[in-house]
């Protein structure tokens, strides 16, 4: 597979486009699928509540990174903060790393390969905006700073990333003036960077997307918020897929009720291929149909990445849990998605959440 060299410069790529075919209703299929949510009961305090932090799953343990939070005054509190959940005991521990800690950041990506949790990116206080690269060694809870001598991409924030074998991918992204629409790829043996080259009918330059591998191999987007010329932002309900084989893009054949556009959500792969999307902002704020006047924005969302039909789950029980966005989520075990703070649209939140999906056939 292309991905796992570094991809021959010497390849010719054909263009393949499909057109776009969706359906939508007011009574959206739920494809059979269910989900619950589960506030376990926390056996000390959370931390803080927090947006725009990340949430990686670890040796049984959450490990939230970052994140921001509104102190008041117009005034955000950056943070640079490592805080471990002990998942089977529900005890919150902050860590004292030691090193060279990254800066206080929110927007920034963290993906866990091996021992090392690697951080990339995201905006701190006042206009600075990060291309750093660090990893924090997770069996002796020390920060290194990655001395990359390659070209590297430009600081930016809320830009999607994901794993592909030993490589961490990124596209897009903002650095709070400029859009970006570039495709990076970083290397965590040789602490290489590289661009590679690409073909086909590719996403809009966009920020606050999700990037997620499917098992048979495609890197799939969906969402984000790009600008027009006018300045107004266009939050979009769209998917891309990239061909890591052969580097081409396309817009793929869709069905089902297609969400409603939207940046800052999350997109959890679970473990059949089916891609549990959750919260987001977009026009009018939450996209949910209990906050804003459109019966099409729900705050659930599944897409079937063999068969690209997009379902809204049932929801089981009583318990809910608030609409957010620029939240941390990770996946424990195949079904399950553990899910911390976020920003409800007024205030920044330190809840934890444990989503659990199932298919009602299943279920009952």
């Known amino acids: 597979a292309v991905f796992y060299t570094l991809f021959p410069s010497h390849m010719r ?20 699928f269910t989900f619950s949510v589960n506030k376990p009961i926390l056996q000390n305090k959370s931390p803080p509540g927090r947006g725009g932090s990340s949430g990686v799953y670890a040796n049984g343990k959450l490990v939230v990174f970052g994140g921001h939070y509104f102190s008041g005054d117009d ?3 950056y943070l640079n903060e490592t805080w471990l959940l002990d998942v089977e005991n529900l005890v919150w521990h902050q860590v004292s790393c030691s090193g060279d800690l990254p800066g206080p950041r929110y927007g920034h990506s963290a993906h866990v390969l091996g021992s090392r949790m690697f951080v990339f990116g995201g905006k701190g206080p006042g206009e600075t905006v990060y291309k750093d690269v660090y990893f924090l060694d997770l069996v002796e809870w020390v920060w290194v700073p990655v001395n990359v001598i390659s070209e590297m991409p ?38 290489v960077w590289m661009q590679p080259r690409s073909a086909g009918f590719g996403p809009t330059p966009r920020y606050g997307h999700s990037l997620t591998l499917t098992p048979d191999g495609r890197l799939l987007i969906f969402g984000g918020c790009s600008f027009q010329d006018s300045g107004i932002p266009k939050y979009n309900d769209d998917v891309r897929q990239l061909d ?49 006047d459109d019966m099409r924005a729900f705050t659930t969302a599944i897409l079937d990445t063999k068969t690209m039909t997009w379902y809204v789950p049932k929801k089981l029980g009583h318990k809910q849990v608030k609409h957010t966005y620029n939240h941390a989520t990770c996946r424990c075990g195949p079904t399950s998605v553990y899910m911390f703070g976020g920003f409800d649209g007024r205030q920044s939140l330190g809840d934890f959440h444990v989503l659990n999906t199932d298919t009602e056939n299943e279920t009952y």
Not at 183 to 189: K, P, Q, S, V
Request: proline share 4%.
């Open 75 to 77: 005034k955000f509190v």
């Open 13 to 32: 790529l054909s263009i393949m486009e499909n057109q776009l075919q969706t359906t939508n209703s007011n009574h959206p299929s739920s494809g059979g």
């Open 244 to 292: 890591v084989d052969t580097m081409v893009w396309s817009r793929p054949r869709l069905t089902g009720q297609v969400p409603t556009g939207r940046y800052g959500h999350s997109a959890t792969l679970l473990g059949d291929g089916k891609l549990f999307v959750f919260g987001g902002w977009g026009k009018g704020g939450c996209q949910s149909k209990d906050l804003i």
């Open 154 to 191: 430009l600081p930016r924030f809320f830009h999607a990333a994901e794993v592909v074998g030993r490589k961490i991918v990124i596209h897009g992204g903002w650095d709070g003036s400029d859009v970006f629409n570039d495709l990076w790829i970083f290397n965590t043996d040789s602490f």
